[in-house]
């Protein structure tokens, strides 16, 4: 994660530069292009649950539209 505007999916979701996502929904993530390409055929209504690398330790989040 490059940078986090306020009032985004993103920022609710708790997201942080320098965040690495590992996995979105049960998809490894290996690239920003792969990550964008996942989260454009989710259902973001529902959500997707992300697997974060932050500062040497790993934690989940939920990323979801509130649209």
Excluded: C, E, H
Aim: glycine share 10%; charged share 20%; net charge positive.
């Amino acid at each position: 994660i490059v940078r986090v505007q306020r009032g985004t999916a993103a920022a609710s979701a708790g997201l942080q530069p320098g965040d690495v996502v590992l996995k979105a929904g049960r998809q490894a993530v290996y690239t920003a292009k792969q990550l964008s390409a996942i989260l454009k055929k989710s259902d973001m209504g529902k959500g997707i649950r992300l697997f974060v690398w932050r500062n040497g330790s790993t934690l989940y989040t939920f990323l979801q539209n509130d649209d």
